[in-house]
Nanobody, 114 residues
Framework: QVQLVESGGGLVQPGGSLRLSCAAS????????MGWYRQSPGKQRELVAA???????NYGDSVKGRFTISRGNVKNTVSLQMNDLKLEDTADYYC????????WGQGTQVTVSP
């Protein structure tokens, strides 16, 4: 069974930085796309960033220029470097591998607060 496990969430002040990591287990295949999504109370889950195995990236408008997604050297790992964090970045962050079975991680909480 394929699993995605996130790590790196926490509490940070506005303007601070955090780095999220996600690692997959239970598969020998390479995910073509891995991504990060987030959801805050009362809002729909939204794309934060995604990256293909070839390194093509896509970012949500609200995080462009502040967040950077990257694939790790270990197969099926992905990280999200978050800089200049804002109050509105507070959310649960989820790792996702859309193909082949649309696998999601359990989520990691990011709280931006003075």
């Amino acid at each position: 069974q394929v699993q995605l496990v996130e790590s790196g969430g926490g509490l940070v002040q506005p303007g601070g930085s955090l780095r999220l990591s996600c690692a997959a287990s239970g598969t020998l295949s390479t995910f073509y796309v891995m991504g990060w999504y987030r959801q805050s109370p009362g809002k729909q889950r939204e794309l934060v960033a995604a990256i293909t195995s070839g390194g093509t990236t896509n970012y949500g408008d609200s995080v462009k220029g502040r967040f950077t997604i990257s694939r790790g050297n270990v197969k099926n790992t992905v990280s999200l470097q978050m800089n200049d964090l804002k109050l509105e970045d507070t959310a649960d962050y989820y790792c996702r591998a859309p193909d082949p079975n649309d696998t999601w991680g359990q989520g990691t909480q990011v709280t931006v607060s003075p």
